[in-house]
């Protein structure tokens, strides 16, 4: 046993280091013996006097330097909430017990060690004679960025959305918006007349005169901003060069701020407005890889932005001085895969909220005192936060994509629901003043995924639209025509079904709390590879039986794949900052590592094609040894895609803007790609068993009206 898992992080005991995915973390040598005698003593709890005794053996120390080391190795692993400890409990007159979840990776069950000449050890390098690594057509900052950034940052922004799994909840949940509003709660024109289609980031001018939001009319369309006039409901087009506004923020009466959200070079533009509130210069201000979220700072013309550097994976807080244009870091998570992603000062700036991400699994609302730095309220909320906007000092109403507006207050620790989704989600929302007054976004109706059936062999055109049951929201071919599995988002769980498309026949297979994810299928075997929250498993269809595959505290790799015969499991790990993959008997429930320094395999008729740990494709024999490399890269975020049908590879490829589609002849090298609007064909998508037709989908159109909403007139409700 010389490598540990204690819940985010490893512990190389034979070389004393601590790990968080592939980085190193800095720990001191005494917290590091300290964690690992916590981890030992893992059943029970460990007095002060026993850590004197069996910790601190070289020298004698005080009980406030043994508190001390605590709370330094506290600090190490990001657990700060001592009512709920993550990692490390203390109880009054007990002492101290680690909490997390934790294994022994070379304690795995049925795991083969495999001898040296069983494990490929070449480290992909470009084989002589091999053409240059290409990505898919996209601009150089972002293939610069994409290169030197982790899984950990993109699993934040695209898969938000994804990665919430159905919650039960203590909070009542309301009806649909237009019926729990009395009607004089609704104020004169519902809903107020806006250009039609769909909307989001609302924002109001200091005077509370102007209102701006982007709009489009369809999914295909890139978003545009639009500025009314609140008391003429004159509205016009602003017209603007950035490709994926997400954000807009007054600042001052004439000046808009533009948040253009592309995947690597992510950007803040400033719109100048003359005395009619036409623009006359658009210029570039601040640039990050990525930037989630910006909002006023407490002096004048620096701001807070919630933004990823071009070298870490992790989004943190920082404070931009716009005049210089300098950047200074705030605050970041220790944890290479929490996330700070939405901040917001009090009116007085002395208390920041914050919205954060952890273990890629739970979002919590945190309130910390911005002079003292401590936290004054940090609790679990049910879904991603969209927008946090404070009502006063003490109390701040947010934007739960699970529930709705949800106030949150802070004296007595709570949260309700004082408008929630229903059949009507909300969108967004802005505070009017000190107003008990808001504008908000709502949809006309929950947007329902619409799959297309695309001809491979006929330049991608659309062939048909795939009828699904309702709920669907993801789906896959089964072994024969009509026939399809679906994954269906349940009220508190997941299902996984089949079902024929013309006779709307459906078998329920498996249900699951926990979110599932559809990762391959082999027809022959009928055998499903799905990943069931932090597990993936193998569901035999014919058996009626479920293989444990891997499981993992730490992120393994998702592009998991079946051998050709389907007897094995291809997979790939990230253990102590190196990739490998793995080898899954199904016959025998072994697993054994197959070759070092890639992260995902696919078999052909004569090898294997690899992809690195960057996603370049490299061509490799039946003893894995390189032959040479294809000259592309895969997308290794886990909502990409990427197969192996025969002659051809098939894999997708995104920006938040466009989504690509790529196809390469392995045998003559000719390479097709075809691009889609991001929002109408996602990265995710499945391919029928010879190769000759691809399922995509994504939201299709819809509407989004605009409503005025007076708080006030059920104070009960506040």
Request: with cysteine; hydrophobic share 40%.
């Amino acid at each position: 046993m010389s490598k540990i898992v204690v819940g985010d992080y490893i512990l190389d005991t034979k070389q004393q280091l601590l790990f968080q995915q592939q980085q190193e973390v800095a720990i001191e040598p005494k917290a590091f013996s300290l964690l690992l005698y916590l981890y030992h003593q893992r059943e029970r709890y460990v007095s002060l006097e026993e850590l004197h005794q069996q910790v601190w053996t070289d020298r004698v120390v005080s009980d406030s330097a043994v508190r001390s080391c605590i709370k330094k190795l506290r600090t190490v692993l990001d657990d700060h909430d001592v009512r709920q400890p993550r990692y490390i409990k203390s109880v009054a007159k007990r002492g101290y017990k680690l909490v997390c979840p934790v294994s022994e990776l070379d304690a795995e069950p049925a795991m083969e060690t495999a001898t040296a000449a069983d494990i490929a050890t070449t480290i992909p390098t470009l084989a002589p004679g091999s053409p240059a690594i290409v990505l898919a057509k996209r601009p150089a900052q972002f293939i610069r960025w994409l290169v030197l950034s982790g899984v950990a940052l993109v699993l934040l922004w695209l898969l938000l959305p994804w990665l919430q799994t159905p919650k039960t909840t203590e909070l009542s949940l309301p009806s649909p918006l237009a019926s729990q509003l009395s009607s004089s709660q609704l104020l004169s024109g519902l809903p107020i007349s806006t250009p039609a289609g769909e909307k989001r980031g609302l924002a109001l001018s200091p005077d509370g005169a102007y209102l701006a939001f982007l709009g489009r009319s369809n999914q295909s369309e890139l978003w545009q901003v639009y500025l009314m006039n609140r008391e003429s409901g004159d509205i016009r087009l602003l017209p603007i060069r950035s490709q994926q506004p997400k954000k807009l923020l007054f600042d001052g009466e004439q000046s808009l701020l533009v948040l253009d959200e592309v995947l690597g070079s992510s950007a803040i533009t400033r719109l100048t407005l003359i005395e009619n509130m036409q623009p006359t210069k658009e210029e570039k201000v601040a640039g990050f890889p990525l930037i989630g979220h910006f909002s006023p700072a407490a002096e004048s013309k620096t701001w807070l932005v919630n933004a990823v550097d071009d070298l870490q994976g992790t989004v943190k807080l920082y404070r931009w001085y716009e005049d210089s244009g300098a950047f200074k870091l705030l605050q970041a998570r220790s944890s290479a895969i929490d996330h700070i992603y939405h901040s917001e000062l009090s009116p007085s700036t002395q208390r920041l909220a914050s919205a954060v991400f952890l273990n890629a699994s739970e979002f919590r609302l945190e309130v910390q005192d911005v002079q003292s730095k401590q936290i004054l309220y940090s609790e679990k909320v049910a879904g991603r936060v969209d927008r946090l906007a404070w009502r006063d000092e003490a109390s701040i109403i947010m934007l739960d994509a699970e529930q709705g507006l949800v106030l949150v207050e802070l004296a007595s620790n709570s949260q309700r629901v004082i408008l929630g989704h229903g059949d009507e989600t909300i969108k967004d929302f802005v505070l009017v003043g000190t107003e008990q007054r808001l504008l908000l976004l709502r949809n006309e109706y929950l947007s329902e995924p619409v799959f297309q059936e695309f001809a491979l062999n006929h330049g991608l055109a659309a062939e048909r639209i795939i009828k699904v049951p309702n709920g669907v929201r993801r789906l896959n071919y089964a072994e024969s025509e009509q026939w399809y599995f679906g994954l269906v988002n349940q009220q508190s769980h997941w299902e996984l079904i089949k079902y024929h498309q013309l006779s709307d026949n459906r078998e329920t297979l498996f249900t699951n709390d926990k979110a599932i994810e559809l990762v391959d299928y082999h027809a022959e075997r009928h055998a499903l590879l799905l990943h069931d929250g932090q597990r993936l498993i193998v569901l035999d269809l014919q058996q009626n039986s479920i293989e444990l595959v891997s499981t993992s505290q730490v992120f393994f790799d998702s592009h998991a794949a079946f051998s050709l015969d389907g007897a094995s499991v291809y997979f790939g790990q990230l253990i102590a900052g190196e990739w490998g993959v793995y080898q899954f008997d199904r016959a025998s429930r072994s697993r054994r590592q197959l070759v070092k320094g890639y992260r995902a395999l696919r078999e052909t008729s004569d090898g294997f094609i690899a992809a690195s740990a960057r996603g370049e494709l490299y061509q490799l024999d039946q003893q894995f040894r390189q032959l040479k490399s294809l000259g592309h890269s895969i997308n290794t975020e886990f909502i990409s895609r990427w197969y192996v049908k025969g002659p051809q590879l098939i894999w997708s490829d995104f920006d938040f803007v466009s989504t690509w589609l790529n196809q390469l002849n392995l045998d003559s090298g000719q390479f097709q790609q075809s691009r889609f609007p991001y929002q109408t064909v996602w990265p995710r998508f499945a391919i029928n068993q010879d190769g000759s037709r691809v399922l995509v989908y994504g939201l299709s159109s819809r509407t989004t009206n605009l409503i005025e909403v007076d708080l006030s007139a059920d104070h009960s409700s506040l």
